[in-house]
């Protein structure tokens, strides 16, 4: 039998690697991390519990909440079998306690419905129970999600068809009961009389004996559904329906169906060091393949062109450069399937090419290497393959699998060859999409423009985009109102990994939102309302980066299984010391990965690529510029700054080990101020001080203060009230202060007191 690591266990039985941790805690076997293995014993003892729990690998589609839900009516049939011995007019405490609950939860649930009905759009809920028709069940949940689901009648809004004293029309005449019944949240006891096939009346009744008054309008939560259903040996689920707002969703494709893909068109993004020729290389290709092949159009910049060769065609992102591209993927989008790195030949591999490498490898981008500027008679195409193979790229020539072709941007020559070499990739990469969905996509660029309100350049990455479609973008939503190709040509439809410009929409997006086509109108307005409601900035500023500090937290839950780095240093020296250190640094269950190094201060470009690849920067003897400051601040990314390298190397260890030591913060807690010096032989210069905020301690690191400037920090020697030790002295007292190492105390200087106090790591 092959040995299961923690992780994998969790995996089969539907836990978090944490749970599964917390488990074998109480078994009393020790595991260090998610990544250690399990012995046979610990799985048969594991096995145990969760079977007990009632998980089981086939479960494995709901989360373990779901799991823990569902396992409810296993332990609760127990209950019934019990509680059938009793009187029932005997409740034991236990149940009485659940009714209280029931009571409690029942009013939290008007409370929290009452809040929530605004944002009922994602769950197709009737805004009031009353609406809901007692004899419709309507009790399966649109389960998938998809946005091709049309909604259900009666969702959104309407009118009440049931006074507040609904009655059934008919009485239930009592079937048998049936197997398992599924929720959505919660029912009233009318709802859920109908789904066990019984009258309201004998569900009062046995409320009322559980302890809880309930009219037949009353809704009851899980807690009470779970209890009576267990009272009639019937399983409960509930269900778990999909929050049509989250726009990612609809990316994740469940089922996909082989029979209607077709072969979609490659999306390219070149990069490249400043004045390499990235721009020139773009409006090469754009004027020698766009113009020939559609006479009579006028190229338009709408952030991205499409070229067609022999019937074949590529998509080219018209924003030159590694920071659209990663700015793009820090928000999630991933849209470039192919990357161009332009090295001009005679000038060799720079900063910002080694950059754009490994924006494009964190992407895990092919990458092909256009050397240009060959035409230069200082051309040396030679010395940029010899250095790029330095940093992974090594031509097919030399043994290698990356493709170089030598260009000149300027006279067009080459670009052939390079369009032909990304067609050769595409074909291997076997690109596809589905023209029949609706259409899923990115935002390359977006404007306000004056007479035609939002304009948003997308790209269809899925499905086919037609004017009339009604579509979230971003917070924004709308119907497609005109679209423009890169031609400027008004084009009624836009099929997968084509650029369009849009109309229509009610507010600018941001370049990398998604956008997502739903079937009607109304439903677009309530998610693209309900996305800018609840905040999404929220949702993002809240997006957990892996810091030193949660590393070992999100290692543990198998959430991290690398941990990315960007080193930073001022010489290349340290940069190569720095990395072969971190590179040796061996704890089981988390690798490390140097994503990017440089030479320099700590730069925005950097920032951003450790966001888009949940990296933390290491800047030694280097600090972050001011756009970097803010950039980490607002992206949540760490920054640890050093200058000795084996604490480096020290605190990722012990991160990486959940050991980090606490850290410690400056506490000021007192002034004092100078106003006499007294020298002593053998004791040195006594400064008597008169305390004028807060208090001086003992134990407390002092500083000096002279005109502003602090010209001494160190501890204090000893602290005197007349000729006694004092532990402390306070506000408005006089004492004695002598300084460690520091006999240089002046009249008028002021000594502040201050102690390092641990703060707790979040
Ligand atoms: N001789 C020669 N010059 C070129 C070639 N390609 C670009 N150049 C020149 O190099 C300079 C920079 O070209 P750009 O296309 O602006 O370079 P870029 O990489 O887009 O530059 P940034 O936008 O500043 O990052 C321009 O003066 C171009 O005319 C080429 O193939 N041969």
Not at 464 to 487: C, E, F, K, Q, S
Request: hydrophobic share 35%; glycine share 8%.
């Amino acid at each position: 039998m092959t040995k299961l690591r923690v992780h994998e266990y969790a995996k089969k039985v539907n836990k978090s690697s944490k749970e599964v941790i917390e488990e074998l805690k109480k078994l009393n076997i020790n595991v260090s991390n998610h990544m250690s293995t399990l012995t046979s014993d610990a799985v048969s003892q594991l096995d145990t519990v969760f079977n007990q729990q009632g998980n089981t690998a086939k479960q494995n589609t709901s989360s373990p909440k779901q799991q823990e839900r569902q396992t409810k009516p296993v332990s609760n049939r127990q209950d019934q079998q019990k509680k059938e011995t009793r009187k029932e007019n005997k409740m034991p405490e236990k149940n009485n306690n659940r009714s209280a609950n029931i009571t409690q939860n029942n009013q939290k649930q008007t409370q929290s419905k009452s809040q929530s009905q605004s944002q009922t759009q994602s769950n197709d809920r009737p805004k009031n129970k009353n609406q809901r028709s007692f004899n419709q069940d309507n009790n399966q949940g649109n389960k998938k999600g998809g946005f091709n689901q049309r909604k259900k009648p009666g969702i959104h809004g309407g009118k009440r068809r049931h006074p507040k004293t609904h009655q059934p029309s008919q009485p239930i005449t009592p079937k048998e009961l049936p197997e398992k019944i599924t929720f959505y949240e919660s029912l009233t006891v009318a709802e859920l009389a109908k789904k066990l096939h019984r009258e309201p009346s004998e569900l009062i009744k046995k409320l009322f004996m559980l302890g809880v008054m309930a009219t037949i309008n009353q809704d009851l939560d899980k807690d009470a559904i779970e209890l009576i259903c267990a009272d009639y040996g019937v399983e409960v689920e509930e269900e778990v329906r999909v929050d049509k707002t989250d726009l990612e969703v609809y990316f994740e494709q469940e089922e996909i169906n082989e029979e209607e893909l077709v072969e979609r068109p490659p999306v390219v993004t070149i990069m490249g060091h400043v004045d390499h020729g990235k721009t020139t290389l773009l409006d090469s290709i754009r004027n020698t393949k766009v113009t020939a092949g559609e006479a009579g159009g006028i190229t338009q910049h709408i952030g991205a062109y499409q070229v067609n060769i022999d019937g074949k065609k590529i998509t080219f992102l018209d924003t030159p450069g590694h920071a659209a591209f990663t700015t793009m993927r820090a928000r999630g989008a991933k849209i470039t399937d192919l990357a161009i790195i332009v090295v001009a030949a005679d000038d060799g591999v720079m900063p910002q090419t080694v950059e754009a490498i490994n924006h494009a490898k964190a992407a895990e981008v092919p990458i092909i290497v256009a050397v240009n500027k060959m035409d230069k008679p200082s051309a040396n195409p030679d010395r940029v393959m010899q250095e790029l193979t330095e940093h992974g790229l090594v031509p097919e020539d030399w043994g290698g699998d990356t493709i170089f072709v030598p260009i000149s941007a300027l006279k067009g020559e080459g670009i052939d060859t390079l369009l032909e070499m990304i067609l050769l990739i595409a074909e291997v990469a076997e690109l596809k999409a589905n023209p029949d969905k609706n259409a899923i996509g990115t935002v390359i660029e977006a404007q306000l423009d004056k007479g035609r309100g939002s304009v948003a350049t997308l790209l269809v990455q899925d499905g086919t985009l037609r004017i009339g479609d009604p579509i979230v973008v971003g917070h924004a939503y709308g119907r497609v109102r005109a679209m423009v190709n890169d031609m400027g040509r008004r084009v009624k439809e836009a099929g997968p990994a084509t650029p369009v410009e849009i109309t229509g929409i009610n507010e600018v997006p941001q370049a990398g939102d998604r956008f997502v086509v739903f079937e009607d109108e109304k439903t677009a307005r309530q998610v693209g309302e309900s996305r800018a409601m609840t905040a999404i900035q929220a949702n993002r500023s809240e997006k957990q980066r892996v810091t030193l500090d949660n590393l070992f937290e999100q290692m543990s839950q198998g959430d991290v299984k690398e941990l990315n780095i960007i080193v930073k240093a001022d010489v290349q020296g340290t940069v190569e010391a720095m990395v072969a250190s971190l590179m040796k640094i061996d704890v089981e269950g988390v690798n490390v990965k140097i994503i990017h190094t440089g030479v320099g201060a700590i730069t925005e470009s950097d920032i951003t690529l450790a966001a888009a690849s949940n990296a933390i920067v290491i800047g030694f003897n280097v600090r972050p510029d001011v756009n970097a400051k803010r950039a980490a601040e607002e992206e949540g990314v760490d920054i640890r700054l050093h200058r000795i390298i084996y604490k480096v190397i020290e605190e990722i260890e012990s991160a990486m080990k959940g050991m980090l030591d606490p850290e410690y913060e400056e506490k000021i807690i007192g002034q004092a101020e100078v106003r006499q010096t007294i020298k002593v032989s053998k004791v040195g210069t006594i400064a008597g001080s008169y305390i004028i905020e807060g208090k001086v301690t003992r134990d407390s690191g002092v500083r000096v203060i002279r005109d502003g400037i602090v010209v001494f920090e160190g501890e204090l020697d000893s602290l005197k009230r007349f000729k006694d030790d004092a532990k402390e002295v306070a506000k408005g007292y006089e004492c004695g202060i002598t300084i460690k190492n520091f006999n240089d105390v002046k009249e008028g200087d002021i000594i502040e007191a201050f102690v390092m106090e641990e703060i707790k790591r979040t």
